[in-house]
């Protein structure tokens, strides 16, 4: 047994780190969606496009910011989630997506060790890198903020390169097609893919292949099918204001006004976002450039946006630059060690460890961080077990309007508006008030105790429940 042990020390320990991640991010987001910390937007959207495709209506919800049933299509094309429904025959409940998401985040620190184990030839090493994926604000971050499909993408391009390295073509095509599908811009990564494999790999035939089809398909998304559909432009144009009104005239103008481009990327919440970024992994990144061009795609995008959102590392939006960071920080590695070889691996591993906590400890949401994202374990819902019980006995059949902290619990019906839209067409109007609640919500709590039309029907602390009397 202790030869065993010896013998497979690094795998059982990469194997301990997996599942300590897999449990304390499944108990922290369970724990969050239990106490009312997610939301309408964006696991309640996520949650109901994939109980109405389990149910027979394929891809569609409630429109975000209207009243009635649209297909999904007309803001993302998350095609994932048309895959993902079956699960809910094992366990139809929001909290399934949330666990699919640790799972895969999970598996996700595995391929980072096997990337690094094949490119560089030592475990030490490439357990510390494990260790830095599974400690990596951005990772964590992008697993606590509800449920994203675009989140998979970070695990499924790791695993794609990993298969092309090993020359596993199959595999690797069919993580590079689940990437695809989790959002319409990662198509852009899967064409990087392919001439990857065209000049890299030596294979011409499969690499064009590729780099074709996910081309024309992230054109056709973007161009036809997602404005088709909605009705108008990809709704994330606005954006990008600044640069124009479509997609066409945002990149034409990105590189035809290049002192407005560079201008932008080198404004101070764009650098503090890069520091995030690249810091854990001591800037190694950088050293490879090169593969860090997977990542251009999307980091531009974050880089140039004008939404706040999307160049912090708080949200989603750094999913599928994550493994790049990764990949080409390990080549820095086998840079430093082919030019230096007197820089050992321990001397390597001992930098990355030490700036990996320190950005844990500085940017990120674990417990032992300077402000950590622990709500959830601090500050349960007073009201929990009650509006538990009493969202439990609503017919899924009413259409109701809720405040975003209730969406996601109420996701599993045709129709959930949130508050203060569809008020009027809704056959219960529920809100749960928080500190932080918006004023658009706490407004309409006001009308409605004062509007003869609506009669409160039940309460309990911060939470209402109006019955709509002209239904």
Do not use: C
């Not at 990149?251 to 650098?271: A, C, E, G, N, Y």
């Amino acid at each position: 047994m202790e030869k065993v042990f010896k013998k497979l020390k690094f795998e059982l320990s990469l194997s301990l780190l997996a599942i300590s991640y897999f449990s304390y991010f499944t108990i922290a987001t369970f724990l969050k969606y239990g106490n009312y910390y997610t939301g309408r937007f964006d696991l309640g959207n996520m949650a109901q496009t994939v109980w109405n495709t389990i149910h027979g209506r394929i891809f569609l919800l409630t429109d975000p910011n209207g009243t009635e049933e649209i297909s999904r299509l007309a803001f993302h094309a998350d095609f994932i989630l048309i895959l993902l429904s079956p699960f809910y025959l094992i366990w139809e409940d929001p909290r399934m997506l949330l666990l699919i998401q640790t799972a895969v985040l999970s598996v996700g620190g595995i391929f980072v060790f096997l990337i690094s184990k094949h490119v560089l030839s030592n475990k030490t090493i490439s357990l510390v890198l494990a260790l830095s994926f599974y400690l990596n604000p951005a990772v964590n971050y992008t697993n606590l903020f509800d449920f994203h499909p675009v989140t998979l993408a970070t695990t499924f391009f790791l695993a794609a390169f990993y298969f092309i390295l090993k020359s596993n073509y199959k595999p690797a095509i069919l993580f590079l097609i689940l990437a695809g599908i989790t959002k319409e811009q990662v198509w852009a990564i899967v064409a990087l893919f392919g001439l990857y494999l065209v000049f890299i790999n030596k294979q011409k035939t499969l690499g064009l292949s590729i780099f074709a089809f996910s081309l024309l398909t992230f054109y056709f998304l973007f161009w036809y099918a997602i404005p088709n559909v909605a009705g108008s432009q990809h709704f994330a144009t606005q954006f990008f204001g600044d640069f124009g009104d479509s997609p066409t005239e945002i990149i034409k103008s990105i590189f035809l006004h290049p002192v407005q481009t560079i201008q932008t990327l080198f404004m101070p919440d764009r650098l503090s976002y890069i520091k995030q970024l690249f810091m854990p992994l001591g800037y190694l990144s950088f050293i490879a450039l090169p593969f860090l061009i997977f990542a251009a795609p999307d980091l531009l995008i974050n880089l140039l946006s004008g939404s706040p959102q999307m160049h912090q590392i708080y949200y989603q939006y750094s999913a599928s630059v994550t493994p790049f960071i990764f990949i080409s920080a390990i080549y820095g590695v086998s840079f430093i060690r082919k030019r230096v070889p007197e820089v050992s691996f321990h001397a390597i591993s001992a930098i990355i460890l030490i700036l990996t906590i320190l950005s844990a400890y500085t940017y990120g949401p674990l417990p032992f961080a300077k402000k950590p994202t622990d709500a959830m374990f601090r500050k349960p819902l007073a009201e929990k077990n009650t509006i538990d019980k009493y969202l439990f006995q609503i017919p899924l059949d009413e259409k109701i309007s809720a405040t975003n902290n209730l969406g996601s619990h109420l996701s599993h019906r045709r129709h959930i508006f949130v508050i203060p839209i569809g008020i009027d067409k809704a056959d219960r109007i529920l809100f749960l008030v928080k500190k932080d609640s918006s004023l658009k919500e706490k407004d309409a709590l006001s009308r409605l105790l004062k509007n003869p039309n609506y009669t409160l029907i039940f309460n309990d602390g911060n939470f209402y429940v109006f019955k709509n009397l002209a239904k």
